[in-house]
């Protein structure tokens, strides 16, 4: 009997610590792919995890072509600008909007959706001009030549008088996904979009003299 009981409390002790190491793994597993997304649904690295709808993946599919577009607007500013304050307004464009393509590709890559080629701003715009396809703002190839060949104050007018429009074009996007939106990660960003866009609206209107 004595033989018996101490195999019995040999098995359980080996039951036991099998569960606990399970248990640690599953904690330890944070740090990994499969281990975060189920203890961390909601987290915003990781959007598939949560809900997502049409709408979003729209809103990704258009903004990332429009922000690409006032990247390579914002990226002439360095060399053709005459005003400082035209200059240090494009290198935070540039900044701010560079990881969001870089966050919205990845959004759309793990919902398994197309992105768009790089080349899309390029391309897409003329067709997109009247804003009737989600994409409002977008510079059309004529437009982008004449910013491509102006320089000094010439630039830095038709720079801000195009980036208002621009802008807009992105808070109207922003807007639209907001109001029909289902990621948390996505509709968060729109509100960034929208609040540091009309900020952005406001000092370009100032250093047109409209503000």
């Not at 909007?97 to 759309?108: H, K, N, R, S, V």
């Not at 897409?124 to 320089?151: E, F, I, N, Q, V």
């Amino acid at each position: 009997m004595s033989d018996k009981s101490t195999r019995a409390r040999r098995a359980a002790l080996v039951a036991v610590t099998a569960t606990a190491a399970l248990v640690l793994t599953a904690c330890g597993g944070d740090g990994g792919h499969s281990g975060h997304s189920a203890a961390s649904p909601s987290t915003s690295a990781d959007p598939s995890a949560g809900p997502h709808n049409a709408q979003d993946v729209s809103f990704a599919q258009g903004m990332i072509p429009h922000h690409r577009q006032a990247v390579e607007m914002a990226a002439l500013a360095s060399h053709r600008a005459a005003s400082a304050e035209v200059k240090d307004l494009a290198a935070r464009i540039e900044k701010a909007q560079d990881p969001e393509i870089a966050t919205m590709t990845g959004w759309l890559r793990s919902w398994g959706a197309k992105v768009p080629a790089a080349d899309s701003a390029a391309s897409m715009p003329g067709m997109d001009h009247s804003g009737h396809s989600g994409m409002s703002g977008m510079m059309s190839t004529k437009d982008m030549d004449a910013l491509k060949a102006a320089s000094g104050e010439e630039f830095d007018t038709m720079f801000l008088t195009m980036m208002v429009e621009h802008h807009k074009g992105a808070v109207e996007m922003a807007g639209t996904e907001k109001a029909k939106g289902r990621s948390g990660s996505a509709t968060s960003m729109a509100d960034d979009i929208i609040t540091a866009q009309n900020a952005e609206i406001t000092e370009m209107n100032k250093l047109l003299g409209q503000g």
